[in-house]
């Protein structure tokens, strides 16, 4: 019993496997039954054994990247030193995973562009709203020095923004990856704090000068 039970399970994460390398290379229109029963050797029946349908695959292709990918980028390394430099080494740690679940990405940016199958549309959204959450969660971990109060304010405001600067880096990466991938991240952050300076009320950073307090200086009222 448990032997066929661990068969099923690796098939299951066969196709799954085929399904995201079909998808990657065709697109969601060019991925069918067919060609992941070609990939994996499974007849198409043990396929729908375990998926009701190819909409089904996706969604579960993309909750289990989600799953690993969050896992494992967390909310970063936490670094001494001012607010932006804790961000800056987070957003770095992050590189390595992006590079490792880069299909995944890749997937995941392909479906919010161009699918709106009811199957899937929420999983995206799902997966779309986590990710979100984990950069706003970076965010408040690296302005904590600020205090609880106003790194929560911080990470509040600027999530969205920090989301799509996360989405052309990782795009722009693409074409063009060892120039692009950490130094765009650096600059994403150094963006950041930028905004989160104004935030807070204080000026903007100014590049090669530092202030020596973690928190910002706040004018005076």
Do not use: C
Request: no cysteine; glycine share 8%; hydrophobic share 40%.
């Amino acid at each position: 019993m448990n032997r066929r039970l661990e068969q099923g399970r690796r098939s299951k994460e066969e196709i799954l496997d085929a399904a995201s390398r079909i998808m990657s290379q065709r697109g969601f229109e060019g991925t069918s039954i067919a060609a992941i029963s070609k990939e994996t050797g499974l007849p198409n029946s043990s396929i729908y054994w375990h998926f009701a349908s190819k909409a089904a695959i996706i969604a579960a292709v993309m909750e289990r990247g989600a799953s690993r990918f969050f896992q494992e980028v967390g909310v970063g390394e936490t670094a001494e030193g001012e607010p932006v430099d804790r961000l800056r080494t987070a957003l770095r740690g992050a590189a390595d995973s992006l590079d490792e679940h880069s299909e995944f990405l890749r997937l995941l940016i392909l479906l919010l562009l161009s699918n709106e199958d009811p199957e899937i549309v929420p999983v995206v959204q799902r997966v779309r709203s986590q990710g979100r959450e984990q950069l706003r969660l970076t965010i408040e971990n690296a302005y904590s020095p600020w205090g609880p109060k106003l790194a929560h304010r911080v990470a509040d405001d600027l999530a969205d923004f920090a989301l799509a600067t996360f989405d052309g880096v990782f795009l722009a990466a693409q074409f063009d990856h060892d120039l692009v991938l950490r130094n765009g991240l650096d600059k994403m952050a150094t963006g950041i704090d930028a905004l989160a300076q104004q935030i807070a009320g204080a000026p903007a950073r100014v590049e090669g000068r530092r202030r020596t307090s973690a928190r910002p200086r706040r004018p005076a009222t």
